[in-house]
């Protein structure tokens, strides 16, 4: 049962991680036109498996813009 609950929950947490990827770009991983061809479910996909990565990947890109931001 305690499986299901953390099945459950991490794809809650994929769903929340592309939701707020989509409203503010913060990964850098979706551009113009990614939902094009099917394009929404395999990023849908690709959020809800691969959470963990995504959050290391937004850490990155948001560093990226701050250093990018003083370096001006």
């Given at each position: 049962?305690?499986?299901?609950l953390i099945a459950l929950l991490y794809i809650v947490w994929g ?58």
């Amino acid at each position: 049962m305690i499986e299901l609950l953390i099945a459950l929950l991490y794809i809650v947490w994929g769903i929340a991680l592309f939701k707020i990827d989509i409203d503010y770009d913060v990964s850098g991983i979706l551009y113009a036109g990614c939902f094009e061809n099917k394009g929404f479910e395999l990023f849908f996909i690709f959020y809800i498996i691969m959470s963990p990565i995504i959050v290391v990947i937004t850490i990155y890109n948001q560093f990226k813009k701050l250093f990018r931001f003083l370096c001006r």
